[in-house]
């Protein structure tokens, strides 16, 4: 049957797809979709047959913690409203101790691990309409003592929970500029004949290393992954992955076609038989020591164990808190910057007004914000804004254009953020820079008196239209 060729619905590009020819079917990230305003486009698109796939992005079910039930209620419903063939997450995790990384990290591959995730996975399961694809991540960070290799790891996951895979070539090709991956051999070592679909996306090399960007071009080392992948085993479904800086219709065309060129060449050979086939994996898995071929029930000591460990490696990321033994020091300090940057991007789409009031202070104090304060857990990229906003007018630098924008009518939310704020700033032992309380008020009584002579009878809303719409994971 011939290879469907899809593409990863975004707003931005909506009526893109729907006049883009021989779109069999697209991706949409799950909580970015609000059941009760589904877009238009993807009704259109479900009215000509276009299958939709949900994309999880925040159940982190490599954490430390049991899956969410409103988050995989939000993701069962999502699948039940777009009448979804399959739902898809990662094997990631994005929060640990309280803090939200705002992207997808990697878990340790031991033993004890993969008990942990195939418990979350079996959970996920269990509260799913439709079957759920797991989908390889894409690593700056490697953790230390490594027992499985990604390849092993998911086997493991499949064989024991029946869980679908969403092979990512392009993250394929980023372990292999990263850490040194063949991804031949990793190809031959999965379990292909459980892969639901494909992801094709583009990067950029920085420094000798690779970020999955989603944001850039699809290249030929990245399509030459697609290309093993397809020799050994043809995909049911293969999609293109653009979330940022899209192009024009032309070329996101001339890359859907790219990709339909290797997964239905003119004269298709027979895709031929992976080294590493089912046969000879369970031969390896009946030579394993008993304790391995086990499954086991992760206890509470366990999980416990695993919070500790990713809540160490989320606060060195997103807090400057010392690097935890074993991790490279300069790859923590990049994926760090990486972090940073990600929610400086989101939060300037989300309130483009911060650009204009700060001009070129902006990115440097955003930056240097957010490498120590981490991304609250809840509300996306709203709340961190509002964060961001609740530090400049902290420490009284906070432009007339944005105080207009989130002070007057200070609602509910500015007061927790602030209360928040000052019990971080106590954790932390204080700010040597920061004014002390004194200061900081007469501070805010001499703003406050000039607001009000420079607004007049001005008011504003305290949630404006673009900061209360869709939310950003």
């Given at each position: ?50 299958e ?35 739902v ?104 292909l ?16 290393l ?54 239905d ?45 990713q809540?160490?490696?989320l ?11 074993g ?19 989101s ?24 490498m ?6 809840e ?21 007339q ?73």
């Open positions: 049957m011939r290879t469907a060729v899809g593409i990863g619905w975004r707003s931005e590009i909506d009526l893109t797809i729907e006049r883009l020819d021989g779109v069999d079917f697209v991706e949409v990230v799950a909580e970015n979709i609000c059941l009760d305003h589904v877009p238009e486009s993807l009704r259109v698109l479900r009215a000509r047959g276009v939709v796939i949900p994309h999880g992005v925040g159940l982190g079910l490599a954490g430390a913690d049991r899956p969410d039930p409103v988050r995989l209620a939000h993701l069962a419903a999502v699948a039940t409203a777009l009448d979804s063939p399959l898809s997450e990662h094997l990631a995790f994005v929060r640990a101790g309280g803090m939200e990384a705002g992207h997808l990290l990697p878990g340790p591959r031991t033993w004890d691990a993969l008990d942990l995730v195939a418990e979350n996975v079996r959970i996920a399961q269990d509260l799913l309409p439709v079957p759920l694809a797991l989908e390889n991540p894409a690593t700056l960070l490697a953790w230390p003592d490594d027992e499985l290799s990604q390849s092993e790891f998911l086997t493991e996951l499949v064989e024991r929970t029946g869980v679908r895979l969403l092979v990512d070539v392009a993250n394929l090709h980023t372990e292999r500029v990263n850490h040194a991956l063949d991804p031949a051999k990793a190809l031959a070592a999965l379990p004949e459980a892969v639901a679909y494909v992801h094709v996306a583009g990067g950029l090399e920085v420094d000798g690779w970020h999955d960007t989603h944001a850039h071009p699809v290249t030929a080392p990245v399509l030459e992954v697609l290309d093993m992948l397809c020799a050994l085993h043809r995909p049911p479904r293969i999609l293109l992955e653009r979330d940022a800086n899209f192009p024009s219709t032309a070329e996101l065309a001339a890359e859907l076609s790219a990709i339909r060129t290797i997964a060449p003119p004269a298709a050979p027979a895709p031929t038989k992976g080294a590493d086939d089912a046969d000879t994996r369970r031969a390896r898995r009946a030579a394993r020591p008993e304790a391995e071929a086990v499954f086991r029930e992760p206890t509470e000591e366990h999980r416990e164990s695993a919070a500790r460990q809540t160490a490696l606060a060195a990321l997103l807090t400057g808190a010392p690097v935890p033994p991790f490279d020091p300069e790859r923590v300090r990049v994926q760090a910057g990486a972090l940073a940057a990600k929610r400086r991007d939060a300037l789409r989300a309130v483009p007004e911060l650009a204009s009031a700060l001009g070129d202070r902006w990115p440097r104090e955003f930056m240097a914000w957010a120590t304060h981490p991304k609250p857990v509300g996306g990229t709203r709340a961190d804004v509002h964060a961001f906003a609740a530090h400049l007018w902290e420490g009284d630098a906070l432009p254009a944005l105080a207009q924008m989130f002070v007057p009518r200070k609602p509910s939310w500015w007061s927790r953020l602030r209360t928040s704020a000052s019990r971080s700033s106590a954790h932390r032992g204080g700010d040597p820079h920061r004014k002390q309380p004194e200061e900081a008020g007469k501070a805010r009584k001499a703003r406050k008196a000039r607001d009000a002579g420079d607004a007049g009878e001005v008011r504003t809303k305290s949630h404006p239209k673009h900061l209360t719409g869709r939310r950003t994971p």
